[in-house]
T-cell receptor, first 114, second 113 residues
Framework: DAGVIQSPRHEVTEMGQEVTLRCKPI?????LFWYRQTMMRGLELLIY????????DSGMPEDRFSAKMPNASFSTLKIQPSEPRDSAVYFC????????????FGSGTRLTVV | GDSVTQMEGPVTLSEEAFLTINCTYT??????LFWYVQYPGEGLQLLLK?????DKGSNKGFEATYRKETTSFHLEKGSVQVSDSAVYFC????????????FGQGTTLQVKP
């Protein structure tokens, strides 16, 4: 199993541009989570899905952020327009509810907005 | 609501020293408890877990025991190595079955040769 795959690994963009982060969860996992990690705020849950349906998006910082999961094998997190304060590492994680192994995280996307 | 509190870092130890990272939790019912480790430039990886009271999770020389009476899940290792330098996160999965893990704020461990 290739694990949770995120792309790109690094993204540098200019303020005001649209950014799209991608995630492929582990096949068969029915939960998908998007996290943001910064030195100042630590690890923050942005949104999570169960069976492709958004369950809780209360962590999405503002309307500039949106996330979709069109099918069980793909999810996107979009920021439009991007701002320098969005610079962070964004992690995707997936989980299968019926076992107790918790999450499997991807390697993350390091986003820098200049 | 459910919450996890970890000891403040950073923790700096010499190689072969004994490690304890404290973790306490607040939760209703019977949560499952986890320790994750994050090495520099990588995502979080599951280190060990315990799903019921008095269970001991262990992996790579690390151990943690689920203590319901003290609501704790402290991480220990008898002899740390430089390669153990990382950030360690305690987490719980509540019994409400939302699927969501609640993470502590993370504790940075630096091991010096």
């Amino acid at each position: 199993d290739a694990g949770v795959i995120q792309s790109p690994r690094h993204e540098v963009t200019e303020m005001g541009q649209e950014v799209t982060l991608r995630c492929k969860p582990i096949s068969g996992h029915d939960y998908l989570f998007w996290y943001r990690q910064t030195m100042m705020r630590g690890l923050e849950l942005l949104i999570y899905f169960n069976n492709n349906v958004p369950i809780d998006d209360s962590g999405m910082p503002e309307d500039r952020f949106s996330a979709k999961m069109p099918n069980a094998s793909f999810s996107t997190l979009k920021i439009q327009p991007s701002e320098p304060r969005d610079s962070a590492v964004y992690f995707c994680a997936s989980m299968i509810a019926r076992d107790t192994y918790g999450y499997t995280f991807g390697s993350g996307t390091r986003l820098t907005v200049v | 609501g459910d919450s996890v509190t970890q000891m403040e870092g950073p923790v700096t130890l010499s190689e072969e020293a004994f490690l304890t990272i404290n973790c306490t939790y607040t939760a209703t019912g019977y949560p499952s408890l986890f320790w994750y480790v994050q090495y520099p430039g990588e995502g979080l990886q599951l280190l060990l877990k315990a799903t019921k009271a008095d269970d001991k999770g262990s992996n790579k020389g690390f151990e943690a025991t689920y203590r319901k009476e003290t609501t704790s899940f402290h991480l220990e290792k008898g002899s740390v190595q430089v390669s153990d330098s990382a950030v360690y996160f305690c987490a719980l999965k509540g019994s409400s079955n939302t699927g969501k893990l609640i993470f502590g704020q993370g504790t940075t461990l630096q091991v010096k040769p």
